[in-house]
């Protein structure tokens, strides 16, 4: 499995635009880029999923640049409820095993 | 919105009892993972399932776990003799197709193993 780095923390302020990046260079072909948020005690949950360009959701962007070895979440305009750990997975498509690093942890501010 | 639900929410053992974790995963869901995470450390995986058989499991899920599907609605995570380090949160999710985009996770069950 492709190894990812993102930043282990970072802050920002009620109504910004929050961009997290998550490096993996070693990506292969037929892998995806999946990203999942987890609140303080509660399960992870889906955020958005891509392989290459741009995807937009209702909840944020995730910007793939062609040579894919790295993937940028982008949160709009975030509020104190978007306070989370966000993980960035890179795995094949067809494999239904989540492995989580250690995720980056969003603090948002008001 | 369909959600997954797990009980006990909270559940204290001994050492070397065995627990029984259940959840109830989405209804038409046909894929079904235990995960775990120690406090303040990483998601684990530790095992799926699908089709009444086990997909695939980590070197964590040893011989001590076991997983069940006792009837159409329930999931079971059985630990058979429970050890300090099982300590933590389990979770369960389910999902309606393999891949990493579609897992639901439930509430999750905090054990503490004194």
């Known amino acids: 499995l492709a190894k990812t780095t993102q930043p282990i923390s970072m802050d920002s302020y009620e109504g910004q635009e929050v961009n997290i990046t998550c490096s993996h260079n070693n990506i292969a072909t037929n892998d995806y880029i999946t990203w999942y948020q987890q609140f303080p005690s509660q399960g992870p949950r889906f955020i958005i999923q891509?392989?290459?360009t741009k995807v937009t959701n209702e909840v944020a962007s995730l910007f793939i640049p062609a040579d894919r070895k790295s993937s940028t979440l982008s949160l709009p305009r975030v509020s104190l409820s978007d306070t989370a750990v966000y993980y960035c997975?890179?795995?094949?498509?067809?494999?239904?095993?989540?492995?989580f690093g250690t995720g980056t942890r969003l603090q948002v501010f008001p | 919105e369909p959600e997954v639900t797990q009980t006990p929410s909270h559940q204290v053992t001994q050492m070397g009892q065995e627990v029984i974790l259940r959840c109830v995963p989405i209804s038409n869901h046909l894929y079904f993972y235990w995960y775990r995470q120690i406090l303040g450390q990483k998601v684990e995986f530790l095992v799926s399932f699908y089709n009444n058989e086990i997909s695939e499991k980590s070197e964590i899920f040893d011989d001590q776990f076991s997983v069940e599907r006792p009837d159409g609605s329930n999931f079971t995570l059985k630990i058979r003799s429970t050890k300090l380090e099982d300590s933590a949160m389990y979770f369960c999710?389910?999902?309606?197709?393999?891949?990493?985009?579609?897992?639901?996770f439930g509430p999750g069950t905090r054990l503490l193993v004194l």
């Open positions: 891509g392989y290459k």
């Open positions: 997975l890179v795995a094949p498509g067809d494999t239904d095993k989540l492995i």
């Open positions: 999710a389910s999902s309606a197709l393999a891949g990493q985009e579609t897992q639901y």
